[in-house]
C-alpha cells in the first residue's frame, strides 16, 4: 500500500484495491462464485463493512442480505448449538449478568508433557476456570490423562489386520527399502511379503516422519504434498538399505469393468524424477521396473525376475517369482476381505452415524499427511472408515456405470463408487478428504457433490494442506457430524433418482453434426482455422473459437478448481456461440476424447456440466467428443486434417524462423496471413495441394532477410501453452 502511495494513487483508491483483493482472495480459495446462489446471505461482524459488502455485489451483480445482527450470528449458533446438547437436569451456567463482573485471565503453559499446552485461566465467582488441553485432565488434575480411548480406531484396526511376523530365512545379504509412500502406499505390504518369499530382507519407510518438510528441500519444482513427500522417503531409505524399490505404475485395470484406470501423471514420472537426483543416486540404486501398465500380469512377472535376476547371488527362476508374487497378492486379497469384515462387524454394533473417508490411501491412511481426520473422528466417538473397506455389489453402483466409463483415473473411480455406495446407505456419511494442488481432485470434487446432491444427502469436503493444524479441521467436523446426526433422524429414505444429469451421452460421428455448428477450440490458430476449412468442405458449419484475453479473464468465473483449459474453451466457445448469433440448439463444442494420463479425458463432462451451469439458453448446447485424428467423423476428413495440421504448423515454423531476419517489418506476417488464406481456399475447393504449396513456398522466398545470426529461444510447455 505504501508503494501504490508513493506511485500517487489516492487513499480511496488503496482502500478500495484492498477491499477489491479481500473479496477476489475468498471468491477464488474459500467459495466457488459458479456455485453461489441468487439469495446471498452474509454473516459475521465482517459484514458491517458496508465499502466490502458492494464490492461483493459489485463482483456477483446480485443483492446481498446483511442483519443488522450479523455480527452475533456465531454466538447465537453456539447457543443454539449448546442448548440443544445441554443436560436438562443440571448446567453450569453462570448467570446473564457475568459481562458486568471483572473477570482476570491468564496465561501458562503446562509441561507434564510434550504437548506444552497453552492453558487459558479465568477466576470465574471464585472458581478457578480453565481450557486448551489436549489431553483428557482437567485443571485440578497434575498429570497427563490419555484420551479415553475408543473401541473402534481405524488406522489401528487397519494395522493390526496387517501384523505380520517373518519366520524366513533370508538368503541374500543386502536389502530392499520400500517407501510406503504415494503409489507403494497401499501396497508396501504386497511387496514385503513377496521379497521375504524371495529369501530377501526388506525395510519401510513407515516411521518416517516430516517428509514433506523434507522433501521440499529436495524437489525441483513445486509439486502435491505427497509428491514432495515421496522424495524424502526415498531418501530416508538410502541409509537404511542397499537398494530402493521404486516401480513404475502407469495404469491398472476397475475390478468392476474392462476400463483402464490411469495413475496421475505425477506419479507416473516421479521414479524418473527422483532417480536423477544426485544425494539419492549417489548413495543408492534405484530399482524401477514397470509393473502396473497395460501390458498384464505376466509382464509384471517378467519384469520383478529380470530385476531380480541382476541383484541376486542366488539362482532366481521365473517360476519362483511367479509363486512368490501369486502368494503374496492372495495375502493381500485376504486382507481386502479382512477390512470389509471389519466395517461389517462395526456398523453392525454401532447407534450412532458412522462416516467413510473418501480420497487417496497415501493422504487419508498415513499419520505423517492426514493432519490426524482419522483421530478426530476416533476422539468424538464416531466411527470412521476409508473407501476400501465397504462392501460394494457391482449392482450397487449401475446408476454411475456411465460415469465410471468416463473417469481414467484409477482413485477416482474408487472414490465415485465408494460415493454412491455411502449415497444409498442408512447411518453412512462421506467425507471427502482432498488434496492441495491436485487437478484430478479438482475434478474429483464436483461430480461427489452433485452425486450426494441428488440423493440429498449432506457429506464434508477437506482440503489437506501442509501448512494446515488440526484444529481447523475439528471445528468442520463437530459441525459436520452435527449436520449427518439431524439426516439421520429426520430424513425420510427417497425413491432412486435417475443420474441423467451424472451420464450425459455426447455426440460422436460424423452423421450426429452434419449441418450443425460445430465450435472448434483455438488450440493453435492456424491449424485450427485450416481444420475449419477441412469441416466445411465435409459439410459442418465449423468455427474456430475466438478467444480473447477479456474471454480468458471471464472463464475463471466458471472454473471450479479444474484446470484453466477446460473454462476457457467453454467460455470462448460461448463468446463465438454468441457473436455470431449461433442457435445454441444446432450447435456443438468439439473436444477430445482421450484416454492419455491427462484431465483431457474428462474435459467432455465438464465442459457439459459448465454449459447447463451457464444456462440461458447455452445448456441446449452439445458437446461432440471425438478423436484427435478425426477418424471418427470419416478418413476423408482424417485425410485432410493430417495436412491441415502440417501446413499449419509450417506457416509456424516458417514466420518463427524468418521473422528475425525479415527487412520490411511486418512482412512476414503479411505474408502468413496471404499463405492461410490460400491454404483455407484449397481446403474449401478441394484444389491442388501441391499447388498451394508451392504459391506458399515462393511468397516466402521473396521475404528479404539479413545475413545475421541471432540466439534462438526454445519455449517449452503443454498443449495450451
Same mark, same amino acid.
Given at each position: 500500500?505504501?508503494?501504490?502511495?508513493?506511485?500517487?494513487?489516492?487513499?480511496?483508491?488503496?482502500?478500495?484495491?484492498?477491499?477489491?483483493?479481500?473479496?477476489?482472495?475468498?471468491?477464488?480459495?474459500?467459495?466457488?462464485?459458479?456455485?453461489?446462489?441468487?439469495?446471498?446471505?452474509?454473516?459475521?461482524?465482517?459484514?458491517?463493512?458496508?465499502?466490502?459488502?458492494?464490492?461483493?455485489?459489485?463482483?456477483?451483480?446480485?443483492?446481498?442480505?446483511?442483519?443488522?445482527?450479523?455480527?452475533?450470528?456465531?454466538?447465537?449458533?453456539?447457543?443454539?448449538?449448546?442448548?440443544? @446438547?445441554?443436560?436438562? &437436569?443440571?448446567?453450569?451456567?453462570?448467570?446473564?449478568?457475568?459481562?458486568?463482573?471483572?473477570?482476570?485471565?491468564?496465561?501458562?503453559?503446562?509441561?507434564?508433557?510434550?504437548?506444552?499446552?497453552?492453558?487459558?485461566?479465568?477466576?470465574?465467582?471464585?472458581?478457578?476456570?480453565?481450557?486448551?488441553?489436549?489431553?483428557?485432565?482437567?485443571?485440578?488434575?497434575?498429570?497427563?490423562?490419555?484420551?479415553?480411548?475408543?473401541?473402534?480406531?481405524?488406522? /489401528?484396526?487397519?494395522?493390526?489386520?496387517?501384523?505380520?511376523?517373518?519366520?524366513?530365512?533370508?538368503?541374500?545379504?543386502?536389502?530392499?527399502?520400500?517407501?510406503?509412500?504415494?503409489?507403494?502406499?497401499?501396497?508396501?505390504?504386497?511387496?514385503?511379503?513377496?521379497?521375504?518369499?524371495?529369501?530377501?530382507?526388506?525395510?519401510?519407510?513407515?516411521?518416517?516422519? =516430516?517428509?514433506?518438510?523434507?522433501?521440499?528441500?529436495?524437489?525441483?519444482?513445486?509439486?502435491?504434498?505427497?509428491?514432495?513427500?515421496?522424495?524424502?522417503?526415498?531418501?530416508?531409505?538410502?541409509?537404511? &538399505?542397499?537398494?530402493?524399490?521404486?516401480?513404475?505404475?502407469?495404469?491398472?485395470?476397475?475390478?468392476?469393468?474392462?476400463?483402464?484406470?490411469?495413475?496421475?501423471?505425477?506419479?507416473?514420472?516421479?521414479?524418473?524424477?527422483?532417480?536423477?537426483?544426485?544425494?539419492?543416486?549417489?548413495?543408492?540404486?534405484?530399482?524401477?521396473?514397470?509393473?502396473?501398465?497395460?501390458?498384464?500380469?505376466?509382464?509384471?512377472?517378467?519384469?520383478?525376475?529380470?530385476?531380480? /535376476?541382476?541383484?541376486?547371488?542366488?539362482?532366481?527362476?521365473?517360476?519362483?517369482?511367479?509363486?512368490?508374487?501369486?502368494?503374496?497378492?492372495?495375502?493381500?486379497?485376504? /486382507?481386502?476381505?479382512?477390512?470389509?469384515?471389519?466395517?461389517?462387524?462395526?456398523?453392525?454394533?454401532?447407534?450412532?452415524?458412522?462416516?467413510?473417508?473418501?480420497?487417496?490411501?497415501?493422504?487419508?491412511?498415513? &499419520?505423517?499427511?492426514? &493432519?490426524?481426520?482419522?483421530?478426530?473422528?476416533?476422539?468424538?466417538?464416531?466411527?470412521?472408515?476409508?473407501?476400501?473397506?465397504?462392501?460394494?455389489?457391482?449392482?450397487?453402483?449401475?446408476?454411475?456405470?456411465?460415469?465410471?466409463?468416463?473417469?481414467?483415473?484409477?482413485?477416482?473411480?474408487?472414490?465415485?463408487?465408494?460415493?454412491?455406495?455411502?449415497?444409498?446407505?442408512?447411518?453412512?456419511?462421506?467425507?471427502?478428504?482432498?488434496?492441495?494442488?491436485?487437478?484430478?481432485?479438482?475434478?474429483?470434487? @464436483?461430480? $461427489?457433490?452433485?452425486?450426494?446432491?441428488?440423493?440429498?444427502?449432506?457429506?464434508?469436503?477437506?482440503?489437506?494442506?501442509?501448512?494446515?493444524?488440526?484444529?481447523?479441521?475439528?471445528?468442520?467436523?463437530?459441525?459436520?457430524?452435527?449436520?449427518?446426526?439431524?439426516?439421520?433422524?429426520?430424513?425420510?429414505?427417497?425413491?432412486?433418482?435417475?443420474?441423467?444429469?451424472?451420464?450425459?451421452?455426447?455426440?460422436?460421428?460424423?452423421?450426429?453434426?452434419?449441418?450443425?455448428?460445430?465450435?472448434?477450440?483455438?488450440?493453435?490458430?492456424?491449424?485450427?482455422?485450416?481444420?475449419?476449412?477441412?469441416?466445411?468442405?465435409?459439410?459442418?458449419?465449423?468455427?474456430?473459437?475466438?478467444?480473447?484475453?477479456?474471454?480468458?479473464?471471464?472463464?475463471?468465473?466458471?472454473?471450479?478448481?479444474?484446470?484453466?483449459?477446460?473454462?476457457?474453451?467453454?467460455?470462448?466457445?460461448?463468446?463465438?456461440?454468441?457473436?455470431?448469433?449461433?442457435?445454441?440448439? @444446432?450447435?456443438?463444442?468439439?473436444?477430445?476424447?482421450?484416454?492419455?494420463?491427462?484431465?483431457?479425458?474428462?474435459?467432455?463432462?465438464?465442459?457439459?456440466?459448465?454449459?447447463?451451469?451457464?444456462?440461458?439458453?447455452?445448456?441446449?448446447?452439445?458437446?461432440?467428443?471425438?478423436?484427435?485424428?478425426?477418424?471418427?467423423?470419416?478418413?476423408?476428413?482424417?485425410?485432410?486434417?493430417?495436412?491441415?495440421?502440417? $501446413?499449419?504448423?509450417?506457416?509456424?515454423?516458417?514466420?518463427?524462423?524468418?521473422?528475425?531476419?525479415?527487412?520490411?517489418? =511486418?512482412?512476414?506476417?503479411?505474408?502468413?496471413? @496471404?499463405?492461410?488464406?490460400?491454404?483455407?481456399?484449397?481446403?474449401?475447393?478441394?484444389?491442388?495441394?501441391?499447388?498451394?504449396?508451392?504459391?506458399?513456398?515462393?511468397?516466402?522466398?521473396?521475404?528479404?532477410?539479413?545475413?545475421?545470426?541471432?540466439?534462438?529461444?526454445?519455449?517449452?510447455?503443454?498443449?495450451?501453452?
Amino acid at each position: 500500500l505504501n508503494h501504490y502511495l508513493s506511485e500517487g494513487y489516492t487513499v480511496d483508491e488503496c482502500l478500495a484495491s484492498v477491499l477489491h483483493s479481500v473479496r477476489d482472495n475468498y471468491l477464488t480459495k474459500v467459495a466457488i462464485e459458479s456455485n453461489i446462489g441468487n439469495k446471498v446471505f452474509f454473516q459475521g461482524a465482517t459484514a458491517k463493512n458496508k465499502a466490502l459488502v458492494a464490492a461483493f455485489e459489485q463482483k456477483l451483480q446480485k443483492p446481498i442480505i446483511v442483519s443488522k445482527y450479523c455480527h452475533l450470528t456465531g454466538a447465537l449458533g453456539a447457543a443454539l448449538h449448546l442448548k440443544d @446438547e445441554a443436560s436438562k &437436569s443440571s448446567t453450569s451456567f453462570k448467570g446473564i449478568d457475568l459481562y458486568k463482573q471483572h473477570i482476570p485471565v491468564s496465561t501458562e503453559v503446562c509441561d507434564l508433557c510434550a504437548n506444552h499446552c497453552k492453558i487459558k485461566t479465568a477466576i470465574v465467582n471464585g472458581e478457578r476456570v480453565a481450557f486448551g488441553f489436549l489431553c483428557g485432565r482437567d485443571y485440578e488434575t497434575k498429570k497427563y490423562v490419555k484420551q479415553k480411548a475408543q473401541k473402534y480406531n481405524l488406522l /489401528r484396526a487397519r494395522a493390526k489386520l496387517n501384523e505380520s511376523s517373518s519366520l524366513q530365512e533370508f538368503k541374500e545379504t543386502f536389502t530392499i527399502g520400500i517407501p510406503r509412500s504415494l503409489h507403494l502406499f497401499d501396497e508396501a505390504d504386497l511387496w514385503v511379503s513377496f521379497f521375504e518369499k524371495m529369501g530377501i530382507k526388506t525395510v519401510t519407510s513407515k516411521n518416517h516422519k =516430516g517428509a514433506v518438510k523434507a522433501g521440499k528441500k529436495l524437489t525441483g519444482a513445486e509439486f502435491c504434498a505427497p509428491v514432495t513427500a515421496l522424495h524424502s522417503h526415498v531418501q530416508y531409505l538410502t541409509e537404511k &538399505s542397499d537398494y530402493v524399490f521404486l516401480p513404475d505404475y502407469l495404469e491398472s485395470k476397475d475390478d468392476n469393468s474392462q476400463g483402464r484406470r490411469h495413475y496421475c501423471y505425477y506419479t507416473q514420472y516421479s521414479p524418473a524424477l527422483i532417480g536423477e537426483i544426485d544425494t539419492i543416486c549417489q548413495k543408492t540404486t534405484i530399482l524401477n521396473p514397470t509393473l502396473k501398465s497395460i501390458k498384464g500380469l505376466l509382464h509384471t512377472k517378467f519384469q520383478l525376475y529380470k530385476m531380480l /535376476r541382476e541383484i541376486c547371488s542366488q539362482n532366481i527362476g521365473f517360476l519362483k517369482v511367479s509363486h512368490a508374487l501369486d502368494k503374496a497378492s492372495e495375502e493381500q486379497q485376504s /486382507r481386502k476381505r479382512g477390512l470389509k469384515q471389519i466395517y461389517n462387524q462395526t456398523v453392525q454394533s454401532s447407534s450412532d452415524v458412522n462416516v467413510v473417508l473418501l480420497g487417496r490411501p497415501y493422504t487419508v491412511l498415513s &499419520s505423517d499427511m492426514n &493432519s490426524k481426520i482419522p483421530e478426530i473422528f476416533s476422539n468424538i466417538g464416531i466411527n470412521a472408515f476409508f473407501q476400501d473397506m465397504l462392501p460394494i455389489e457391482p449392482n450397487e453402483i449401475e446408476a454411475i456405470e456411465p460415469l465410471l466409463n468416463l473417469v481414467h483415473w484409477n482413485y477416482a473411480a474408487e472414490i465415485f463408487q465408494a460415493t454412491e455406495y455411502a449415497a444409498n446407505a442408512d447411518n453412512l456419511y462421506p467425507v471427502l478428504v482432498t488434496s492441495f494442488k491436485c487437478t484430478p481432485d479438482a475434478f474429483v470434487i @464436483e461430480n $461427489f457433490k452433485k452425486i450426494l446432491d441428488a440423493r440429498k444427502k449432506p457429506y464434508l469436503v477437506l482440503q489437506l494442506d501442509e501448512h494446515d493444524s488440526s484444529v481447523g479441521y475439528e471445528t468442520r467436523i463437530e459441525a459436520g457430524i452435527r449436520s449427518f446426526r439431524n439426516h439421520a433422524v429426520t430424513t425420510r429414505k427417497t425413491d432412486p433418482i435417475p443420474y441423467h444429469f451424472q451420464n450425459p451421452v455426447f455426440q460422436t460421428g460424423l452423421d450426429s453434426i452434419k449441418g450443425r455448428n460445430l465450435i472448434l477450440p483455438n488450440f493453435d490458430y492456424y491449424p485450427c482455422k485450416l481444420l475449419e476449412a477441412v469441416l466445411r468442405r465435409a459439410g459442418i458449419n465449423a468455427f474456430v473459437s475466438d478467444e480473447t484475453e477479456d474471454s480468458i479473464k471471464r472463464s475463471i468465473s466458471l472454473n471450479k478448481g479444474e484446470c484453466l483449459p477446460i473454462a476457457m474453451m467453454t467460455q470462448a466457445a460461448i463468446d463465438t456461440i454468441e457473436k455470431n448469433n449461433l442457435n445454441p440448439s @444446432e450447435t456443438s463444442i468439439w473436444t477430445i476424447d482421450s484416454n492419455i494420463s491427462c484431465n483431457l479425458g474428462v474435459f467432455p463432462n465438464f465442459i457439459r456440466n459448465i454449459l447447463d451451469t451457464v444456462g440461458n439458453g447455452m445448456e441446449k448446447v452439445d458437446v461432440y467428443a471425438g478423436e484427435i485424428t478425426y477418424i471418427d467423423m470419416s478418413l476423408r476428413i482424417t485425410y485432410n486434417a493430417y495436412f491441415a495440421f502440417m $501446413f499449419g504448423g509450417f506457416l509456424k515454423k516458417m514466420g518463427c524462423k524468418i521473422r528475425p531476419y525479415e527487412q520490411v517489418k =511486418g512482412e512476414t506476417d503479411r505474408v502468413i496471413e @496471404e499463405s492461410l488464406e490460400t491454404f483455407y481456399q484449397m481446403f474449401i475447393n478441394d484444389e491442388s495441394k501441391e499447388e498451394a504449396v508451392e504459391q506458399v513456398v515462393s511468397r516466402f522466398e521473396s521475404i528479404k532477410t539479413q545475413n545475421e545470426k541471432r540466439p534462438k529461444v526454445a519455449i517449452f510447455g503443454d498443449l495450451y501453452v
